[in-house]
């Protein structure tokens, strides 16, 4: 097995034993599965150690209140934190509105 197959194999199997996240929390209890009102991947540096992003909900949901939050890292996310040796870690903020 020549090196850039092995390389593979290794970022492969760390993307793979890696664990997604996702953490919510709603205004009611309940889990919504709809379409969110807004959506956006965020890059941080460092694991998220090194930070500017926020998400301003009342600018998003514009006077409406929101019923819904969530900060979902996902496989795709920690394939390209692996790929980057961590100096890139996206994730996605999504944003339910009422």
């Known amino acids: 097995m020549n090196r850039r197959a092995r390389m593979l194999a290794v970022v492969l199997c760390v993307a793979l034993v890696s664990g997604c996240a996702t953490v919510t929390a709603s ?8 379409q969110p009102t807004w959506s956006k991947r965020m890059w941080f540096l ?8 926020h998400v301003d909900v009342r600018q998003v949901c ?3 209140s929101a019923v819904q939050v969530q900060s979902q890292h996902d496989a795709v ?11 890139l870690s996206p994730r996605t903020a999504k944003v339910w509105c009422g």
């Open 77 to 87: 996310d920690v394939v390209i934190g692996v790929v980057t040796f961590g100096i």
């Open 62 to 64: 514009g006077g409406r």
């Open 27 to 34: 205004s009611d209890g309940s889990r919504r599965t709809s």
């Open 46 to 53: 460092f694991g998220g150690f090194v930070s500017d992003k």
